[in-house]
Structure formats: C-alpha cells, structure tokens
Nanobody, 127 residues
Framework: QVQLVESGGGLVQAGGSLRLSCAAS????????MGWFRQARGKDREFVAA????????NFADSVKGRFTISRDNAKNTVYLQMNSLKPEDTAVYYC????????????????????WGQGTQVTVSS
C-alpha cells in the first residue's frame, strides 16, 4: 500500500520557520516528481513547490519564491519543504504529492499530474 505521510506542521508566528517532511512508503519514488500543495479554508488547492527525481530542477509558486525551498533524500524516500519568513497567508493544510513518472526533468505544478497524495498537515501562521 502506497502511503505519503506528512509531518512538521504546527503553529508559528509570522516571520518564523517550519520544515515539513513527507515520508513515502509502499514503493520507491526515487524516479518521480514530488510536490507540495496547500489548501486554505474556503479556497482551492494550490501549487506550492515541486522537485524532480534528481533534485536538479525545482519549481515554486510566485507567492513562496525566495522564502520556501524544497529538497529530497532519495535514500530515505523523503521530501522536505523548508518554509522561512512565514506569513499569515501561508496558513493552510499542506499536502505532499508524487507522480508515477520516471526521470522527468520538469518539476510540474499541475495537481492533476500527481497520482499519490498524503493526508495533509496543518500549518498556522499567527500575526
């Protein structure tokens, strides 16, 4: 059974940092694109960041560029989202996702292109 399990969410003050982790099990995602999405209450799910299998290519939403970084450790089948300079508008449930691709060099931002999803972790940024 394939599982993606997010962790690291919580409550933080504006300007603070959090590091989210997404641990995959049930199969290896070392060849896949992995991404982070978020959904704020009352809003649609939106793309945050993505990373290709090698880590060489990344992609970020304009709203998080310069503040968030994405990385992965294929030996641990884990992807990370480092979030710095957090703002109240970053408050959302953050979801990890993985596709079924092999060695794709484009860190795509399209939710429909991801096949596996985690249950999400809540991030709340207070002002």
């Amino acid at each position: 059974q394939v599982q993606l399990v997010e962790s690291g969410g919580g409550l933080v003050q504006a300007g603070g940092s959090l590091r989210l982790s997404c641990a995959a099990s049930g199969r290896t995602f070392n060849t896949a694109v992995m991404g982070w999405f978020r959904q704020a209450r009352g809003k649609d799910r939106e793309f945050v960041a993505a990373i290709t299998w090698s880590g060489d290519n990344t992609n970020f939403a304009d709203s998080v560029k310069g503040r968030f970084t994405i990385s992965r450790d294929n030996a641990k089948n884990t992807v990370y989202l480092q979030m710095n300079s957090l703002k109240p508008e970053d408050t959302a449930v953050y979801y990890c996702a993985a596709d079924r691709s092999y060695y794709n060099t484009y860190a795509h931002p399209f939710a429909g292109g991801y096949d596996y999803w985690g249950q999400g972790t809540q991030v709340t940024v207070s002002s």
